[in-house]
């Protein structure tokens, strides 16, 4: 058995190198700011390739507390009853337990919201990679007719500037830009908070960085074994974040009569239709349901989609193919994806729980 698991563990850091080469984050801070460290579960890597911080949006504590006050309020929407968090719950894995988010007026989205967990080790957002950055990702769903339907951010601006301790706020947080309220420096702070959002320290975790055998049950040892080998699931969810950062197409919807094409709607690139961009599993037993078109309830719906191969299509990805898993073998692997819900943290998370509690005790509701 030791042997087994010394051979998984030296399995999981090629996997790891292969996505993560050594490098500095770029953070560079302007005259007047402090920098800020991020809280990081065991796990995960802020030395990896894919972690970094733009020159021009270094991490303050000012910027993050101004973030993370935006990311909950519901004036950023056009009538005042959605905020970034009404479709990204924390106790949800900063996720939507619905198929579909309800935007003003009830409207409906045409895929499930992601995941904003360990979005710090991600570079393009959303599910077809059509924001360059979580700066770009931020403004989108406050402009998006069928989400917040701001008609522009000046509306939003001049909500913010009515408010002097949002002024007082941005001055804090933006001292070189003077304290400005505008799209650049909101898209900024609520970056800014949502790199701190992050998951790690969970059993697989334990297992594999502290040696800690008891972290994983054995069913779920099996599982990380199958993970690694027969069920191929690692040629896609690779590295300590479990993805390859790329697009795949799975056939999901792609032969619907308005089938919605993906990537290859931002690419134009011929076989990138219907292609969505592998999410990252960590939380994965916590973020139902599954898929870009949310069309899958459990993580045994999700294995058992992956036996069968998928959904034929004409661009259905080279890497999908039939499992034959047993019964035995798809309950090991559902088992190793629990194993990878751990601990979810995120800039004033203490501060935010002692608010939920005291408003679940007084009957108001959840956060």
Request: one cysteine or more.
């Amino acid at each position: 058995m030791r042997e087994k698991l010394a051979t998984l563990v030296l399995m999981t850091a090629a996997l790891v190198a292969c996505t993560a080469h050594k490098q500095p984050a770029v953070e560079t801070l302007k005259p007047g700011a402090a920098a800020y460290q991020l809280k990081v579960p065991l796990g995960l890597d802020l030395e990896a390739a894919s972690y970094s911080v733009p020159q021009e949006n270094p991490l303050t504590e000012a910027k993050l507390k101004l973030g993370r006050r935006l990311y909950f309020d519901k004036a950023l929407s056009s009538n005042n009853t959605l905020s970034c968090a009404s479709c990204h719950l924390p106790e949800k894995g900063f996720a939507d337990p619905r198929q579909f988010s309800l935007g003003v007026h009830g409207q409906k989205g045409g895929r499930q919201a992601p995941a904003l967990i360990n979005r710090a080790f991600s570079r393009k957002q959303f599910w077809d990679g059509r924001a360059a950055s979580l700066e770009v990702q931020a403004l989108g769903p406050i402009m998006n007719p069928i989400e917040m339907a701001r008609p522009n951010m000046k509306s939003v601006v001049s909500r913010l500037e009515k408010d002097a301790s949002y002024v007082a706020a941005f001055k804090a947080a933006f001292l070189a830009e003077g304290g400005a309220i505008n799209d650049i420096t909101i898209s900024r702070a609520l970056a800014s908070f949502e790199r701190s959002i992050m998951s790690g320290n969970s059993p697989y975790d334990r297992f594999t960085q502290l040696k800690d055998s008891s972290a994983m049950s054995e069913s779920a040892q099996r599982g990380y074994h199958l993970f690694l080998g027969k069920a191929n699931c690692a040629s896609c969810h690779v590295g300590f974040n479990f993805t390859d950062e790329s697009y795949h197409n799975l056939g999901l919807g792609v032969n619907a009569k308005k089938p919605d094409l993906g990537r290859y709607a931002i690419s134009k690139l011929d076989g990138q239709q219907g292609a969505f961009k592998t999410p990252t599993l960590r939380e994965i037993a916590n973020t139902a349901p599954y898929m870009n078109d949310g069309s899958l309830k459990t993580l045994e719906e999700v294995i058992e989609f992956y036996d069968k191969g998928c959904r034929e299509n004409k661009w259905l990805s080279a890497k999908i193919k039939p499992l034959g898993l047993t019964t035995q073998e798809k309950q090991d692997l559902v088992e190793f994806l629990k194993a990878l819900s751990g601990e979810v943290v995120w800039y004033g998370k203490d501060e935010d729980l002692k608010h939920a509690a005291a408003q679940s005790r007084y009957g108001v509701g959840k956060m």
